[in-house]
């Protein structure tokens, strides 16, 4: 009888302890499940400095994925713009272009309608008619984005300094201003200040002028206001006019058209995309 009880004690702590590493075991995959999941469509084609950009966002954002808790992947499949497809992120990157195909827009117009979330970078709010992408898109353009078409941009990339609007959850631990890394600023044809639904986040200080170097006289902007980061109220989205890098356009160094510079060497830019993705992953707002 005393062996049969050492067998059955024995017995009963192995069980105890398949049972506490089963817990802890699963309270472990718990913790480790991400907190939401992002997706990012990109095409990669023609403009070297997208293409660079691109490039730097995909090494980028898996190691920003994997210290925040969150998963990313991305795609240059823009069929994969679709209902199903979508169901399985709660945010959406373009990282340098938009949807063209009919069922594709459709398709984003309803996840954003139904609370999805949507970063935006530089080239993916471009419309200019006539070019091979034209302002075809109305909801997208006028009145997701709320920019209209693109008017103009300054040439060559070059460092601004941002004003920032901190009364925002994605914003609010923002320095007031910070300094960005190259980068061709656009100008759009809409007054963004005029549209009730949309908040500027950020835009280019005064100190920054003249911005850009030329050639073109009109590439150099000596004065005005120019919006470059901003939400829509009825969306959970940011759009950032950042993301086309500097490159050695010249060949000054060699053959190989060099990335200048890197968008994410900014500390507050990087900052600034990390604080909104988290804000766009959140599922209380």
């Not at 997706?39 to 400095?49: E, P």
């Not at 935006?120 to 898109?137: E, K, R, V």
């Not at 500390?267 to 209380?284: Q, T």
Request: charged fraction near 20%.
């Amino acid at each position: 009888m005393s062996l049969f009880f050492k067998i059955n004690k024995f017995t009963i702590y192995l069980l105890l302890l398949c049972l506490v590493c089963c817990l802890f075991s699963s309270v472990k995959g718990q913790s480790n499940k991400p907190k939401f999941n992002v997706i990012a469509f990109y095409t990669a084609k023609d403009d070297k400095a997208h293409i660079s950009f691109v490039h730097e966002a995909n090494k980028w954002f898996p190691l920003i994925a994997a210290k925040y808790n969150f998963s990313y992947d991305s795609t240059k499949n823009w069929n994969n713009m679709n209902a199903e497809f979508l169901s399985h992120y709660q945010v959406v990157i373009f990282l340098d272009t938009r949807p063209d195909d009919p069922a594709q827009r459709a398709a984003f117009q309803k996840y954003m309608e139904n609370g999805g979330g949507w970063m935006g970078f530089h080239f993916s709010a471009f419309a200019l008619t006539p070019s091979a992408f034209p302002q075809n898109w109305d909801w997208y353009h006028n009145t997701f984005l709320g920019s209209g078409q693109y008017a103009s941009n300054i040439w060559r990339p070059s460092q601004a300094i941002l004003d920032v609007d901190r009364n925002f959850p994605a914003t609010k631990h923002m320095p007031k201003k910070f300094k960005t890394s190259p980068n061709e600023w656009y100008r759009w044809e809409k007054d963004l200040r005029k549209n009730p639904d949309i908040k500027i986040l950020c835009s280019i200080d005064s100190a920054s002028f003249p911005l850009g170097t030329g050639p073109k006289l009109s590439e150099i902007w000596h004065s005005g206001y120019y919006p470059v980061v901003w939400t829509n109220k009825n969306y959970k989205m940011i759009y950032l006019n950042i993301g086309h890098n500097d490159m050695d356009y010249e060949h000054k160094y060699d053959n190989t058209d060099r990335t200048l510079s890197r968008t994410f060497d900014s500390k507050m830019e990087a900052k600034l995309v990390i604080e909104a993705l988290l804000w766009l992953g959140k599922s209380d707002h």
